[in-house]
């Protein structure tokens, strides 16, 4: 006589599908800066305070290597020199080339006002803090972006 396949058995392949209480955790996970925030970040007075923190020990390298254009800290400077040349950092600055978006453009984009397109800024790797801070001193105006 031939065995009967049990019907109350689910084959293996779907026994964990659709975990819906680990996917909201894994996609905040490793959430960084938004882009609107990171250019607040970049003008000049917000770079020199991050750039120039107080030692904290709780954070890597103590606070004292940052990347802006990132929003991360490293262990030492080899390491932040090494992450501008990583292809992570290089995708960062190429996104925030655009403008950020705002409030204006999503009514401009729902026809309320005329379409103007988004400015494009010219983004360099981050200065060195001994440079960065000889420009913090000689300019007047501190909202121009590193």
Same mark, same amino acid.
């Given at each position: ?20 209480? +680990?996917?909201?955790? %894994?996609?905040?996970?490793?959430? =960084?800066? !938004? @882009? &609107? ?6 003008? +000049?007075?917000?770079? %020199?305070?991050?750039?120039?923190? =107080?030692? !904290? @020990? &709780? ?88």
């Amino acid at each position: 006589m031939a065995k009967k396949k049990s019907t109350n058995r689910k084959s293996k392949s779907h026994s964990h599908k659709k975990v819906s209480h +680990l996917h909201k955790i %894994y996609k905040t996970k490793r959430k =960084t800066k !938004d @882009h &609107d925030q990171i250019h607040q970040d970049l003008k +000049l007075k917000n770079a %020199y305070e991050l750039i120039n923190q =107080t030692i !904290d @020990h &709780d954070i890597p390298g103590a606070a004292q290597n940052y990347c802006v254009h990132c929003a991360r800290y490293f262990i030492d400077e080899v390491a932040l020199k090494e992450h501008f040349r990583t292809k992570l950092h290089k995708r960062r600055m190429k996104a925030l080339e655009t403008e950020p978006y705002t409030q204006e453009e999503a009514r401009r984009a729902a026809g309320i006002g005329s379409f103007i397109a988004p400015k494009k800024f010219e983004i360099k790797t981050q200065p060195d803090k001994l440079s960065l801070t000889k420009t913090f001193e000689q300019t007047m105006d501190k909202d121009i972006i590193i």
